[in-house]
């Protein structure tokens, strides 16, 4: 009994030695002990200065000054973490050995510095065994993170920043006003954050959980569960995760102002046009290799109103982003892209009538510069496959194109492409390498041109079925310009059609150009552009009774038209009539149709108007010989029969001066 007594005795005399022990240290003692371990089991020297105090109660704890966390050794760029203050609490355990539990965490105005080396190092690994400086393992020896000795049962960090820098692609990034709230009570459990920053003015939210982190620091993949908002959507990820890094899981968006998510993240002043992702919704099982490479499967994706789905490829490890993708839609609706396309100005038609009438043609594409720089921002090939789409002056049926983006030029190689119950085939080219150039060339067979022209050129007056090709290319950096500058050549070949506004049968015959419609057999043409001016000399318009030839201009920057049909009649035509040219004359929504009177005298009335001439010629010498006595020769003007007279008559004065 005397010796268990004893025992007991000196239990007790242990316990009161070490707790005197304990509560005799001081601050900075403590706090040199706790910097000391986490130094042994991260690898990286911890300092704590200025002021250091202890509490017991409710935890045991230090509350410090400034705290620094070395870099990594290749790293030049500083501290990998700095704090004004830092408070831990921590079991009494940790102060003897073992493992660290802290309780609690709270730093205050942390910055925290992330940096991947151009060999692919990172400076965030911590505690890494059989990893040669290169980045690379040893032969034989895979590569694998040490056990960190350390749980958080709550973490707690205001207004920090995170720096992020890539040496190898000397990109920055900086995220600010960062809290946390972090839970990791097992190191080998579940870790639970909630997260807020301002990177550039609006709040965004992250949370979520991480199943295994011990698994996920030593180098392992485990389970993750996140999500981002703010206000102009959120972004929710199901999945597994590691820091190689390696990402696999489910991905969806739901952005109601995709504007406003970008410029919550710093990206401002995005206008994205309707129909482009004004709103988005997708869903889509992503994968994030080692290499940097992001694959997208089973992806549905809404834009607005267009639906996509398909797969693509995204691979980020080299100078510039690099896409392929293939997508299949239904009815795309894109009609916005050509909001504000119709004429800005207003025309003025000149008043009069004949030859001499005119307008002052509409200045109507937009001047609005065209920022093309983001061709620059990625390569790639996408493979589209659509049952419609809508661009507004054009409506596109059934399309098959494939678009290849390489230094900031993208080529539409147009393979199947049905519109206005005909095809479309060729490519179209989009080239910022040297400021915007936009150019291509096509073959289009069956074309309805009456709803393309209508379309296109708000011209509705032509009804056929037609075939042609056209190359051109057109430079600036605005659709006023390009449209302005566009050069080329091509041609176009009609069957049976009709020409509304017009009947060319009863202006042949009559002079009335008062309106109706001209029924044609064929139509060909050929044309060369020059300037933003179409320009035609051979067009030829089969008529039943009549052959039209046409020239003339059409200002496709000035959105003009300036042009003359010449009718001949058919040769074994018994018909009496006239042949009328018709010019075609004024800005494309309103041009003006009228007969070219002089013309017309000169193809119809050329004999009559030589006998016409010779006859007044005749009645001229016959009253010059009456009334002023003067005869003229065969071969001989009135000019200079006059002249001849007047000689003689000064000849007669002058001989009497000398009689």
Do not use: C
């Amino acid at each position: 009994m005397r010796l268990l007594l004893r025992l007991v005795g000196l239990v007790i005399v242990v316990v009161v030695v070490a707790v005197g022990s304990l509560l005799l240290l001081p601050g900075d003692r403590i706090a040199k002990i706790a910097a000391e371990q986490i130094s042994s089991a991260t690898g990286r020297d911890v300092s704590f200065s200025g002021r250091t105090t202890i509490s017991f109660y409710p935890v045991l704890g230090v509350s410090t000054g400034e705290v620094l966390v070395a870099n990594a050794d290749w790293s030049d760029g500083g501290p990998m973490l700095e704090a004004d203050s830092l408070k831990i609490g921590v079991e009494p355990v940790a102060l003897f050995g073992g493992d660290i539990r802290i309780t609690g965490l709270e730093a205050v105005n942390p910055s925290v510095l992330l940096e991947r080396a151009a060999d692919g190092r990172v400076n965030w690994q911590l505690g890494v065994e059989g990893v040669a400086p290169s980045g690379q393992s040893e032969p034989g020896q895979p590569a694998r993170s040490e056990r960190l000795a350390l749980t958080l049962d709550r973490a707690l960090i205001s207004d920090a920043l995170v720096t992020y820098r890539d040496h190898g692609t000397g990109e920055t990034l900086s995220l600010r006003n960062i809290n946390l709230d972090l839970r990791w009570p097992d190191y080998d459990g579940a870790a639970t954050f909630e997260a807020s920053a301002m990177p550039a003015g609006a709040v965004v939210n992250v949370s979520g959980q991480l199943d295994e982190v011990g698994t996920f620091i030593e180098g392992g993949v485990t389970d993750l569960v996140a999500s981002i908002s703010t206000s102009g959507g959120t972004l929710d990820f199901d999945g597994r995760a590691g820091v190689l890094p390696q990402l696999g899981g489910r991905l969806t968006a739901d952005m109601s102002d995709t504007a406003a998510f970008l410029a919550a993240f710093g990206v401002s002043g995005v206008d994205i046009p309707q129909g482009m992702g004004r709103a988005i919704t997708l869903a889509t099982d992503l994968t994030l290799s080692e290499d940097m490479r992001l694959s997208l499967r089973d992806t549905a994706l809404a834009l607005d109103n267009n639906r996509l789905s398909g797969a693509a490829d995204v691979f980020m490890g080299g100078d510039r982003p690099r896409l392929n993708a293939q997508l299949t839609a239904g009815a795309l609706d894109f009609s916005a892209l050509a909001a504000g396309s119709s004429p800005s100005a207003t025309s003025t038609t000149a008043q009069g009538g004949g030859a001499t009438g005119g307008s002052v043609p509409t200045d109507g594409w937009p001047k609005t510069p065209i920022d093309a720089s983001a061709l620059g921002l990625a390569d790639g090939e996408v493979a589209l496959v659509a049952d419609s789409i809508d661009l507004g002056d054009l409506k596109l049926g059934k399309t098959r194109t494939l678009a290849t983006l390489t230094q900031s030029r993208l080529v539409f190689a147009l393979r199947e492409v049905q519109a206005y119950d005909g095809n479309i085939t060729g490519e179209f080219v989009l080239n910022n390498r040297s400021g915007l150039s936009v150019g291509g060339k096509m073959t289009a067979a069956g074309i309805n041109l009456e709803t393309f022209l209508s379309d296109a050129v708000d011209i509705s007056r032509f009804a056929a079925k037609a075939d042609g090709e056209v190359s051109f290319l057109g430079v600036g950096q605005s659709l006023h310009a390009i449209m302005n500058s566009l050069e080329g050549q091509g041609g176009l070949r009609t069957g049976r059609g009709v020409i509304s506004g017009i009947d060319l049968d009863k202006l042949m015959r009559s002079g009335d150009a008062s309106g109706g419609t001209t029924v044609f057999d064929s139509l060909s043409t050929s044309f060369t552009m020059q300037a933003g001016n179409l320009f035609n000399t051979d067009l030829l318009l089969s008529l039943p009774f009549a052959k039209a030839r046409g020239e003339g201009r059409v200002g496709l920057g000035a959105r003009d038209i300036d042009y003359t049909f010449t009718p001949t009649l058919l040769e074994g035509d018994t018909r009496k009539g006239l042949a009328i040219p018709v010019r075609i004359r004024g800005p494309w929504s309103n041009p003006r149709i009228t007969p070219d009177l002089e013309a017309a005298i000169d193809l119809n009335f050329k004999e009559q108007k030589d006998e016409l001439k010779a006859k007044a010629k005749q009645e001229v010498n016959r009253a010059v010989q009456k009334e002023l006595g003067v005869t003229v020769e065969e071969g001989q003007s009135v000019e200079d029969a006059l002249k001849n007279k007047v000689e003689d008559e000064l000849k007669k004065e002058l001989f009497k001066l000398f009689d």
